[in-house]
T-cell receptor, first 114, second 110 residues
Framework: DAGITQSPRHKVTETGTPVTLRCHQTENHRYMYWYRQDPGHGLRLIHYSYGVKDTDKGEVSDGYSVSRSKTEDFLLTLESATSSQTSVYFC?????????????FGPGTRLTVT | DAKTTQPPSMDCAEGRAANLPCNHSTISGNEYVYWYRQIHSQGPQYIIHGLKNNETNEMASLIITEDRKSSTLILPHATLRDTAVYYCIVSPRDGNKLVFGAGTILRVKS
């Protein structure tokens, strides 16, 4: 398995509180992604990064911000969590632009916003 | 990006080949066909990809029709551990924005 870890694996938080999810990789891959998965919607891309400090928005980026200060870490922040952000969040990595299709996913973080 | 159509579910007997179809009639010339699967509660797993030639790896085979409007993922000897949702995705090679649809739920039964 690709060396991808996500923390925390489960979190329950209250509406209005800030939340940061961490994705850590040991593969030295250039590209990193954050997805959310909800019943009836499948996997949707939130943000992605194509290098240190280089990020771009995905399909559902509103309410989320990201940061990547090191190759190995990609942080997803919910500045003020809402119940609609209750979801399972997956981080993924890929080696390069030419191999962006070959993404390796982490185990996921289950976030519940009450 | 081209859209894909997959059957919502399929059953397969353990030890038999599982053939999962995907229609992508609007695929354009620079778009590849990718397959992923997601076993319950786990992150998606990349399986295989192809442009126009048939492809095979240790997990599966991918058969793409000559007109590229459809493809079939073949798991040659399905096991219970292959029970998962299988996603067919069409995207350019530099597909940072893979779009996952509903996929096909494959149930392998003993």
């Amino acid at each position: 398995d690709a060396g991808i870890t996500q923390s925390p694996r489960h979190k329950v938080t209250e509406t209005g509180t800030p939340v940061t999810l961490r994705c850590h990789q040991t593969e030295n891959h250039r590209y990193m992604y954050w997805y959310r998965q909800d019943p009836g919607h499948g996997l949707r891309l939130i943000h992605y990064s194509y290098g240190v400090k280089d990020t771009d928005k995905g399909e559902v980026s509103d309410g989320y911000s990201v940061s990547r200060s090191k190759t190995e870490d990609f942080l997803l922040t919910l500045e003020s969590a809402t119940s609609s952000q209750t979801s399972v969040y997956f981080c993924a990595i890929s080696e390069s632009r030419d191999r962006a299709y070959e993404q390796y996913f982490g185990p996921g973080t289950r976030l519940t916003v009450t | 990006d081209a859209k894909t159509t997959q059957p919502p579910s399929m059953d397969c007997a353990e030890g038999r080949a599982a053939n999962l179809p995907c229609n992508h009639s609007t695929i354009s010339g620079n778009e590849y066909v990718y397959w992923y699967r997601q076993i319950h509660s786990q992150g998606p797993q990349y399986i295989i990809h192809g442009l126009k030639n048939n492809e095979t790896n240790e997990m599966a085979s991918l058969i793409i029709t000559e007109d590229r409007k459809s493809s079939t993922l073949i798991l040659p000897h399905a096991t219970l551990r292959d029970t998962a949702v299988y996603y067919c995705i069409v995207s350019p090679r530099d597909g940072n924005k893979l779009v996952f649809g509903a996929g096909t739920i494959l149930r392998v039964k003993s």
